[in-house]
């Protein structure tokens, strides 16, 4: 891909999304992939998984098999997909890559494994969408490497036994809670993903600075991974926003008070909330005294659909302890007051711990 072609697909990417959305759309991917880590040891943080899954690799190498299942479970933006070519890369084999979403029937399984060869990377991303008849022609395959091809419908329908040569099946999921057991027990590994620590998303800045040539200044990576939400989706994200600010608006160098400036234009603040999540906040402790209130009627106050409040700025609001899920509806805590620099009520501990809720007590 040429620097041109990035550009397109950064400038068609800008329009519309929220700056701090963890999922990638279709053209982010495009430019994603030029920050994308090609081995293990390029691969910042992640210690624990990086070991086990070099140490994984090492052993089927050595015994010259092909490496065990695995399975690779965590929030978007946190390197599943990189992970899955970096382990075809570390074994020189070819990446065949599809999701579940794509897997509507069990044919488009079958064809798919009938043209692997021995020691491919099979790559699933979202593995938990994929259709209940092609989940179990899988558990087949991973077991024991052939499936049955049923031709025909009813009464005259024939299973036709298919051999498929020894491969390795990478699956992805944001839900592993989702999968199926049976489905899980067969991979051999798995990783679980875990958010960032600053530090470690301070490394994937100054890393994606370089490889986009951008001069960070004094505290600039430091400013920028403080707002990614533990998540190098993010981290990219915002370092190509406050590259544009910095191009644009100054001579190009990226410094603590330049990337401050230009995330206060986008609206992403210290905590790395964005204008939705602070408008839930706000609306919540302002207009609902800090709740509990459904989240429908939240959702009307600030203007949004129940699912986008739901999915795109609860679980974050969650995870900071400034947002309580009750079964009475949502809570803002003690936290989400001082964030909007107001005084909680009295009364704030009662409302929160008043029954179950899903803060650590
Ligand atoms: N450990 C890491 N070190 C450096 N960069 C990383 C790391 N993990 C992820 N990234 C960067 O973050 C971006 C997103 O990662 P990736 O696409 O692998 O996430 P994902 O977990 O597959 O997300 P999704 O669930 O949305 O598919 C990539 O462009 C990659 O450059
Ligand atoms: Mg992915």
Same mark, same amino acid.
């Given at each position: 891909?040429?620097?041109?072609?990035?550009?397109?697909?950064?400038?068609?990417?800008?329009?519309?999304?929220?700056?701090?959305?963890?999922?990638?759309?279709?053209?982010?991917?495009?430019?994603?992939?030029?920050?994308?880590?090609?081995?293990?040891?390029?691969?910042?943080?992640?210690?624990?998984?990086?070991?086990?899954?070099? @140490? #994984?690799?090492?052993?089927? !190498?050595? /015994?010259?098999?092909?490496?065990? %299942?695995?399975?690779?479970?965590? =929030?978007?933006? *946190?390197?599943?997909?990189?992970?899955?070519?970096?382990?075809?890369?570390?074994?020189?084999?070819?990446?065949?890559?599809?999701?579940?979403?794509?897997?509507?029937?069990?044919?488009?399984?079958?064809?798919?494994?009938?043209?692997?060869?021995?020691?491919?990377?099979?790559?699933?991303?979202?593995?938990?969408?994929?259709?209940?008849?092609?989940?179990?022609?899988?558990?087949?395959?991973?077991?024991?490497?052939?499936?049955?091809?049923?031709?025909?419908?009813?009464?005259?329908?024939?299973?036709?036994?298919?051999?498929?040569?020894?491969?390795?099946?990478?699956?992805?999921?944001?839900?592993?809670? @989702? #999968?199926?057991?049976?489905? !899980?027990? /067969?991979?051999?590994?798995?990783? %679980?993903?875990?958010?960032?620590? =600053?530090?470690? *998303?301070?490394?994937?800045?100054?890393?994606?600075?370089?490889?986009?040539?951008?001069?960070?200044?004094?505290?600039?990576?430091?400013?920028?991974?403080?707002?990614?939400?533990?998540?190098?989706?993010?981290?990219?994200?915002?370092?190509?926003?406050?590259?544009?600010?910095?191009?644009?608006?100054?001579?190009?160098?990226?410094?603590?008070?330049?990337?401050?400036?230009?995330?206060?234009?986008?609206?992403?603040?210290?905590?790395?909330?964005?204008?939705?999540?602070?408008?839930?906040?706000?609306?919540?402790?302002?207009?609902?005294?800090?709740?509990?209130?459904?989240?429908?009627?939240?959702?009307?106050?600030?203007?949004?659909?129940?699912?986008?409040?739901?999915?795109?700025?609860?679980?974050?609001?969650?995870?900071?302890?400034?947002?309580?899920?009750?079964?009475?509806?949502?809570?803002?805590?003690?936290?989400?007051?001082?964030?909007?620099?107001?005084?909680?009520?009295?009364?704030?501990?009662?409302?929160?711990?008043?029954?179950?809720?899903?803060?650590?007590?």
């Amino acid at each position: 891909m040429d620097e041109s072609q990035l550009e397109a697909a950064e400038a068609a990417y800008v329009t519309g999304r929220a700056l701090v959305a963890a999922d990638a759309d279709g053209d982010e991917r495009v430019v994603e992939a030029a920050l994308r880590p090609r081995t293990l040891d390029e691969v910042v943080g992640q210690e624990r998984v990086r070991e086990q899954l070099s @140490l #994984l690799l090492e052993a089927a !190498r050595r /015994r010259e098999r092909v490496p065990d %299942h695995v399975l690779l479970s965590g =929030p978007p933006g *946190l390197g599943k997909t990189t992970l899955a070519m970096i382990i075809a890369a570390e074994m020189s084999s070819p990446l065949r890559l599809t999701s579940g979403p794509a897997i509507t029937h069990a044919g488009d399984l079958a064809a798919i494994l009938s043209g692997l060869n021995e020691g491919d990377v099979l790559f699933v991303d979202e593995i938990h969408r994929m259709s209940r008849p092609a989940e179990e022609m899988l558990y087949m395959a991973m077991e024991d490497f052939r499936v049955d091809v049923v031709i025909g419908k009813g009464p005259g329908a024939t299973a036709i036994p298919l051999e498929i040569p020894p491969f390795t099946m990478v699956g992805a999921t944001t839900r592993a809670g @989702l #999968l199926p057991s049976p489905l !899980r027990d /067969r991979f051999g590994f798995t990783a %679980h993903l875990e958010f960032y620590e =600053p530090a470690e *998303l301070e490394r994937i800045v100054r890393r994606s600075a370089r490889l986009l040539e951008v001069e960070l200044g004094a505290d600039g990576a430091g400013e920028i991974s403080g707002r990614s939400r533990g998540t190098p989706r993010i981290a990219n994200r915002l370092l190509r926003r406050v590259r544009d600010y910095a191009q644009v608006r100054a001579d190009g160098v990226v410094t603590r008070a330049l990337a401050r400036s230009a995330l206060d234009l986008f609206e992403v603040d210290e905590s790395g909330l964005d204008r939705l999540d602070r408008a839930v906040l706000d609306v919540l402790c302002r207009r609902f005294g800090g709740g509990p209130v459904g989240v429908s009627t939240l959702a009307v106050a600030v203007g949004e659909e129940r699912e986008t409040v739901e999915e795109v700025a609860e679980p974050f609001l969650v995870r900071l302890g400034l947002l309580a899920r009750t079964p009475r509806g949502r809570v803002a805590t003690r936290a989400a007051w001082h964030h909007l620099g107001l005084t909680a009520p009295e009364t704030v501990d009662a409302t929160l711990f008043g029954s179950d809720t899903d803060l650590p007590r």
